[in-house]
């Protein structure tokens, strides 16, 4: 906790040297001392303190903006600033009323027991802040971002219907290869390829809801989905040439329910969140019957999609394994000379 | 009420007496300070009722006496210590024996 950075901004240079060895001699050693508010900017941003003092003397009312200052330019730092009673004090608290840029207020002369107290409670405050984002972080590396939304919105038992084109990618002969390979090796090689394909995604709008183990699926919603996923689709089949590990690409586009899987009275049991549908089972089908660097769509989102090339050879009738219906498709194998429209 | 030192003056002698132990004269201005904040209550309070009015202005008696009080007190502290009376800055001396204390 001793650790923390404090920067400490004091225009008196006597009252500055006291409260600057106070901290020292109480353990705060890693302090930076200011003394003109033209030095604050570069100080933060050289420093970046966790925690800046601001010894407020009544003579210099202006000197306040520096703390909008210091907000505006080091969010993450928490603001103290230190104030002698009556009316320097009350223009302090209504300043940090008016702007919140002030953190915590403390009456000067500083008594030993409550200033240190608040102090240590701030570097707290501010380390479990710390912690807090960095997990939010991580967890929003590991978790859809739908789900996060869906954690936040407190989604219901129900899950949400919605519009949507789905498109999943497999590896082709992945068992071949796993058996071929160290499993290091394809370890990296999958991780390289689904990296590779999550930034397409993103780029192309969609949202990435989970590794299927040797591929992925994604989801695009709005207006524009159609577009966006066959333009995304093909991208990847395009990539998937120079790709380490070779796969397919399917895309289809229909109603789908999204939704935290698990019992949510239950305390401690794992949820997790997933798209279901027919349309998802539908896009799955068609990733497994495209070839390495193919894609295969319905005929529909392609006809939706409206592209203006490359054009796709028309597979006629397609018989889907769980599908009572026959169900027209399109593919582009981007692995052979393309017809460009003219 | 009278007020020998204005509020600049007094928040001068505390900005610079920063930490409590070496702030003796601090605490006296904090007194004042809570003395007007008390008195200026009581000039609000007075004239809800006969009898609330009697209560006040006992109060707010008592503290114009203990304010000028404190004031006198604050004027004697500053001269005993050395303080710069005309423009309220606090003996080198002092400083010194303050930073060295530390």
């Known amino acids: 906790m001793k650790n923390s950075k404090i920067m400490l901004i004091d225009s008196d240079s006597y009252t500055s040297t006291v409260l600057f060895e106070e901290l020292s001699v109480h353990g705060f050693n890693n302090a930076h001392r200011v003394s003109s508010g033209f030095e604050v900017p570069i100080a933060l941003e050289k420093f970046a303190p966790d925690i800046v003092i601001f010894n407020y003397h009544f003579h210099q009312p202006d000197s306040l903006t520096l703390c909008s200052t210091i907000k505006l330019l080091s969010p993450e ?42 102090l240590e409670d701030l570097v ?16 929003a590396n590991l978790v859809p971002q739908e789900a996060m939304l869906a954690a936040e919105n407190h989604f219901n038992n129900e899950g949400e219907m919605f519009e949507a084109a789905i498109l999943f990618t497999d590896i082709r002969r992945s068992s071949k290869l796993i058996t071929t390979m160290a499993p290091r090796q394809y370890f990296e090689h999958l991780n390289t390829v689904l990296s590779a394909q999550s930034k397409e995604i993103t780029r192309y709008e969609g949202s990435v809801i989970k590794y299927t183990g040797d591929g992925l699926m994604a989801v695009f919603k709005g207006m524009g989905r159609a577009y966006l996923a066959l333009r995304c689709g093909l991208d990847l089949a395009q990539a998937a040439k120079d790709a380490a590990l070779p796969y397919g690409v399917g895309v289809a586009e229909g109603l789908v329910l999204a939704g935290l899987i698990g019992d949510s009275a239950a305390s401690g049991q794992r949820r997790q969140f997933d798209v279901i549908g027919a349309t998802v089972h539908l896009a799955s089908r068609l990733c497994g019957i495209a070839n390495a660097g193919e894609l295969i769509a319905t005929k529909s989102i392609n006809q939706r999609a409206k592209l203006n090339a490359p054009l796709p050879q028309p597979i006629q009738s397609v018989a889907i394994r769980g599908f009572d219906t026959k169900v027209d498709c399109v593919g582009f194998n981007l692995q052979q000379p393309q017809m460009q429209e003219l | 009420m009278k007020e020998q030192f204005n509020a600049s003056d007094i928040s001068k002698v505390i900005d610079q007496a920063l930490i409590y132990q070496c702030a003796c004269p601090a605490q006296v201005c904090k007194s004042i300070f809570e003395l007007r904040e008390l008195y200026d209550y009581q ?42 009376q005309k423009n309220f800055v606090m003996p080198e001396l002092l400083k010194k024996k303050t930073t060295k204390s530390l």
């Open chain 1, 77 to 118: 730092s928490a603001t103290m600033v230190i104030v002698s009673p009556g009316p320097a004090l009350k223009a302090v608290r209504q300043w940090a009323k008016e702007t919140k840029n002030i953190d915590v207020v403390i009456e000067k002369p500083l008594s030993d027991e409550r200033f240190y107290m608040m």
């Open chain 2, 43 to 84: 000039m609000n309070c007075i004239g809800d009722s006969a009898n609330d009015q009697l209560v006040h202005q006992t109060i707010a008696d008592a503290t114009e006496k203990a304010h000028e009080l404190m004031e006198k007190c604050l004027e004697r502290i500053l001269e005993i210590e050395g303080w710069d």
């Open chain 1, 124 to 139: 707290k405050l501010k380390e479990s802040t710390k912690a807090l984002t960095n997990r939010t972080e991580l967890l």
